[in-house]
């Protein structure tokens, strides 16, 4: 193994089809025109010294190293910034151009420190490089001159330090911000010798805009912007490329190490869902895997009152057995269930509902997907035939108008977000819609041409106005729903949302939006070009969540923007493998592939393989296993990677549920809140220290690649055989490649999919097989997977939980940047710097009429519960509207969260809680107590395992 | 299982059903229940039902009333997918 | 009634323009006499600031320069018939220094009343206008490629040219910029031109916008001119009111003191509101320029020399100079002067005509030793090269440029290694910091020759500032770094005794 050097070609390729050929240094090359004599050189096999140009942003030519000769053109133009011309002879080594070189050279290193042997760079700095490769042997300036040397260091952030006395003022860092991830936190101040790199307005970089992207510490060519990691540890001497665990975008990183240390996680330039970007939590907030909480043994005990006991894997492992077993007897076979997690890997995901379907016997299988996006599963399969996004994310590239619905993507899916406003700044449209102002609605060089501000719980009805507009005003586009889909079903829906009831002027009332924003914002999304919609947990989690999904898949079809490049409806799945533990048959009534338990065929073809009969029955979804365990009829749960105490709905119910239960298996990282009332812990292992695939909201299945081995001795899948194994089902297998296999032999969508070939071609986007033997960027092409595409009428049903003089506000849910779900990872790294703690967002005006200050305690009550937290005072939020996240215990919002749900899936309506807010003085004494609760359930006996 | 929130959740699923056209809703109903919701929650509303179906809307109400005659029926026709 | 004229240019008002009208006024009310005092732009001889006229039949006839000290003493001596005076200068156009020039883009400045768009018809305004759109968009091209006319910011380039390829790229919108950002050093013919005729101007940038299919102008002025804002602005009002600018929209911006910014790729970065640096070229601003549009960036004068040329004909026009440098100059003659002002005459006279005979050597009367031409990048010539001809080419010829036309004379007493140091020093304040070259070679550049100056290891030291030299001329991305070395190697290689070298035979060739 060594360290993987990616080519860097100074400018970004060029799209153009046709080519023309010039001669470089006496090489005949041909290049797509538009390719700068930079790149062309380097496909050629030349490397121009250059050190202001790296091809993840646009030629800037300022440092004036790759200046070249061009015959019949006069002077020494620059390489990158100079596009390639046909019969061009270039040179790029002359005597002129070597002494030009060498002079900006001796310039750079006479205001550089010349700490080169203790430099953190040293070894992978372009400037020494440079130095090396022009022949530099003397500053004839001496260092006695002006310069920057003594420059003070920025450590602000936890993660990099800015050294301005290394710096070379390339600007590389400052266009990474600006072209790549688009925050323009960073520019450069001052002019001339005073030029210098500044975040924001000569801020620290903590105090600044900059959101820790890394873009900027990746394109520096020196030790200027460098990871803190580096510095304390030293270059890495071999890497590994794996996918990162948060969120849906699945971006590649290279875990850079040193023996078993982890240096630095660099995002990888030919991860194809990332292109080489990453946010803070990816690129940084990886140092949870080696957090002292981390528990490496697994433990047991016999009631959740008691400390835990540390034991030997076999006796954990025996006493879930016989535990389960036991319970069985005593209930009946439908008694346990298991909870899977979309932290984990399609391969640890498909062995826990193997093990449950082949293993316990029953369906009670359930994922965390329920509770976020299992009515997209339902709505699109519904529609198109398929529970999954149309695209891949390269495809915006393509796009005019982009609708944003119920989804935060510079928060939750901030490598896309940056994607999506480099499209932007292009001149494609945007339309928000989203309760609260989101960044997108505004952000530098970025506006929203529209942004519907709805009320909570309303998404159905403005997207049946959207629809009303359409069709009314005849910007159907009829040749896609003549060829495309089942037209009486068209007819029927158009008719539906041509009533009165879904103008736009009707919805306005029960929305809050401006009639005439909406009929604009649908007249731009019909006409516009191509239309592509995304959406996340705003649109899904709500009691007609199902609906609004349906109306999505309406909107698109009905506008024809369904089929190919920039168009389509993109679900953004939270987690990193929603979309792959949905595919691998983890929800109770359907195998791997989507196909139902009571399909007879589907069934034995599984049975055959796994050597067990299998239940036709539906199992329970999560909200059901508490609801029976409540009845006494449900008592054994076996949940991996997963905090249901924390991030399901209305904590005491899950709460009562829990302690209902004879026993619970938890499987974590550490000892999460849903571990206050288990009886078996197992130690989990991070994405670090596996081998498998996760899916990502494209479809794509990339590898996860082991960088280090399990801390906890037991991969998490071989936990899963192990429990298998002890309840009588063998599941044998020698390695997560071998899972994939036998996935790829009972799942037609996945029949090509294999590690060889994810290890070759990087990745690939299901469907895989022979029909597309590299994948499927775009779904529904020439057509609908279920054939023709199928309007389905969606009725505006107000939800059940509505305000009133006791909560007269509406509760919104939601995530930020640095925090992922739970936090039960980021939580545990520095990203605490940035958000310590859950805050609750207010409008001015509803903080003036109660009497609350920024910063001040308030407490939130719901029907089903009160916690208290810090208030923030802003307009993002409309007035009767207020924001919170989730990501703290302490708060642990879900206390005030309800039982409602979406009426297909029963995905709670986290998006919708009418709550009051009132000045307090500090936590309640609820949260005083749940503390001690799970203080006292965390207490490790410190007797001996046996 | 607690039968209010069985019921909320059957009527919820009902409302969706009633809206569509050119299909009957109690076989929408019927099929969605019999295809999402496990055996113990089927039967605690069948019961429910035969104890007087407090609270159920009239397609729901018929379509529970179908699924005793459905329990190992096949897949129905209900919505398209 | 008896009209008066006097200038209301920054360069009269700096030697009290402004207490001379009020004087006028208030000896013309005490008096009782009836004479209106119309303010214009100067004629631009600046040593005979502020130089009054006055409207008689037989002419203008004019004084100078006047003191408001002076104003009774003009009335006593019969000022409204032109009667005479110690400073009566008789009729301007026989002052040699007027009557020797050929004025074409000045031709009404100093002579029309700089706010009165009437004034502007009456004295040929708009008649550049009305043909070019006889001719069309094509013809305008081609009267403008036919005259020669090039660039007069200092690049000189073909305006034609450039006019065809922003007429010949296809876009949603285009726009002419008007590069109003002058910086050179003694130079002062944008200024004159904004504050003494500004509708040539609007004119001009109208049938540039006409003759390329641009609808909106920015015209891009320096903040260090805050009358020639004001006189620009008032006169875009003025045309707006007038129904002048129906079908083009014009707008002043104004910099923020960088000089950089009169260097077209920085200016555009400036009017889009980011950081004045300069742009790397590819893509020409002909081809995306402002906004990433097809842009005309002219120099001011060269847009206000546009409406003259094509009211009496490009040939005309052509018919001047010498060489490929075709039409009239503006020189400005600045420094150590006898006869300071704005000369405006065909290309070709030679350096030593202008300094020695137009301007009359230095003020001081000492010896003229050097003269720098072309601002503060502008290589220094000695009197041994006095011989070259004014044009583009005979300058790039011998190492140096004329630039925007800027001449600035130095007597005996000149230490050029200071001058040498202070191209350097110039080049370190004003650099954008962009290229490396300029960013830190300007301050080696100064250090270096301090250690010259002080007489340290001067050989290697000038060596290096010679290395420097090349390194700034082929590697600097834009000219402030690029025509640095002109100054300072036509210092070090036409005065090598000011840097402890002697003078070899060969240097004064």
Redo the contacts between chains.
Sequence with gaps: MSLIHEIDYGTPPSAAAETVSLTIDGNRVAVPVGTSIMRAAMDAGIQVPKLCATDSVDAFGSCRLCLVEIAGRPGTPASCTTPVAAGMVVSTQTERLKQVRKGVMELYISDHPLDCLTCAANGDCELQDMAGAVGLRDVRYGYQGENHLTAAKDESNPYFTFDPAKCIVCSRCVRACEEVQGTFALTIQGRGFESKVSAGMAETFIESECVSCGACVQACPTATLMEKSVIEIGQPEHSVVTTCAYCGIGCNFKAEMRGEELVRMVPFKDGQANDGHSCVKGRFAWGYANHRERILNPMIRDRIDQPWREVSWSEAIGRVASEFKRLQGAHGV?AIGAISSSRCSNEETYLVQKLVRGGFGN??IDTCARVCHSPTGYGL??TF?TSAGTQDFASVEHSDVVIVIGANPTDAHPVFASRLKKRLRQGARLIVIDPRRIDLVRTPHVEAAYHLALRPGTNAAILNALAHTIVTEGLVNEAFIRERC?S??FE?WA??VSEPQNSPEAVGLISGVPPEAIRAAARLFATGGNGAIYYGLGVTEH?QGT?AVMAIANLAMVTGNLGRPGVGVNPLRGQNNVQGSCDMGSF??ELPGYR?V??DGVRSTFEAFWGRPLDA?????IG?MF??A??G?FSGLYVQGEDILQSDPNTHHVAAALAAMECVVVQDLFLNETSAYAHVFLPGSTFLEKDGTFTNAERRINRVRRVMAPRNGMADWEITLAIGRAMGFEMPYGHPSEVMDEIARLTPTFAGVSYELLDKVGSVQWPCNTAAPLGTPVMHTDSFV?GKG?F??T?Y?PT?EKVGPRFPLLLTTGRILTQYNVGAQTRRTANLAWHDQDVLEIHPHDAEQRGVRDGDWVRLDSRTGATSLRARVTDRVAPGVVYTTFHHPTTQTNVVTT?Y?D????CPEYKVTAVQVAPSNGPTAWQRDYGDHADRGRRISKVAAE | ??AA?LV??AN??G??FA????TDPVVGIAD?L????????RAAIIAHLAAGGTGLDGPVRDAVGRLDGMRTG??GAG??? | MTRIFIPQDAGARAVGADRVADALRAEAARRGRDVTLVRTGSRGLFWLEPMIEVETPAGRIAYGPVTAGDAATLFEAGLEEGGAHPLRLGKPDDIPFLKQQTRITFARCGIVDPTSLDDYRAHGGYRGLSRALQIGPPGVIEAVTASGLRGRGGAGFPTGIKWKTVADTAADRKFIVCNADEGDSGTYADRMIMEGDPFSVIEGMTIAGYAVGATRGYIYIRSEYPDAIRAMERAIVVAVNRGCLDDFCLEVRVGAGSYVCGEETALLESIEGRRGQVRAKPPLPAHKGLFGRPTVVNNLVTLATVPAILADGAERYAALGVGRSRGTMPIQIAGNVRHGGLFEAPFGLTLGEIVDGIGGGTANGRPVRAVQVGGPLGAYFPRALFDTPFDYEAFAGRDGLIGHGGIVVFDDSVDMARQARFALEFCGIESCGKCTPCRIGSVRGVETIDRIIAGDRRDANLALVEDLCQTLKFGSLCALGGFTPYPVMSAITHFPEDFGRTRLPAAAA
């Design positions: 439908r369906n009670n399969k519904a035939g089942d009486s079903a029927h008719s539906f009691s609906t109770p009534h139902h009571s399909d029955e539906p199992g329970l979804r059901n609801d029976a409540l009845d009829s279920r199928n389905i009428i009725e049903v059940d039982d749900s009426w297909a899936t029963n | 299982m607690d929130k909320m959740m919820q699923i409302r969706f809206g569509q056209r050119g969605h019999e295809k999402f919701w496990e055996p113990r929650m096949r897949l919505l398209k997918n």
